[in-house]
């Protein structure tokens, strides 16, 4: 099991950038691979992006894609999520997660396939 703790959200407007931040502790941390979701008041749980364990392969969603940069530094234990071009639609409380999935090429993308997860941190963008 691993720990996580995000940080890094807030009010941001329209155009803006955030970086959000997510700590790990517990199990060693380049055993997993790790993914951001997000989830708006009234809708599903919603996937983000994902990076492997080393950080060689990444995915990110077509919504958030050229605009949202998933990295991971596995000498801090942590896993980022540079958000750029930010817009109202992007308002959700965004959760870090781990799995245990994703090894031959494939990528954990549901929720169902992360173990772990965060506390979430808050991001609202304002018009």
């Known amino acids: 099991q691993v720990q996580l703790v995000e940080s890094g959200g807030g009010l941001v407007q329209a155009g803006g950038s955030l970086r959000l931040s997510c700590a790990a502790s517990?199990?060693?941390?380049?055993?997993?691979?790790m993914g951001w979701f997000r989830q708006a008041p009234g809708k599903e749980r919603e996937f983000v992006a994902a990076?492997?364990?080393?950080?060689?392969?990444?995915y990110t969603a077509d919504s958030v894609k050229g605009r949202f940069t998933i990295s991971r530094d596995n000498v801090k234990n942590t896993v980022y999520l540079q958000m750029n071009s930010l817009k109202p639609e992007d308002a959700a409380v965004y959760y870090c997660?781990?799995?245990?999935?994703?090894?031959?090429?494939?990528?954990?993308?549901?929720?169902?396939?992360?173990?772990?997860w965060g506390q979430g941190t808050q991001v609202t963008v304002s018009s």
């Open positions: 997660a781990a799995s245990q999935l994703g090894y031959g090429g494939t990528y954990p993308l549901f929720p169902y396939e992360y173990g772990d």
């Open positions: 517990g199990r060693t941390f380049s055993s997993y691979f």
């Open positions: 990076i492997s364990r080393s950080g060689g392969r990444t």
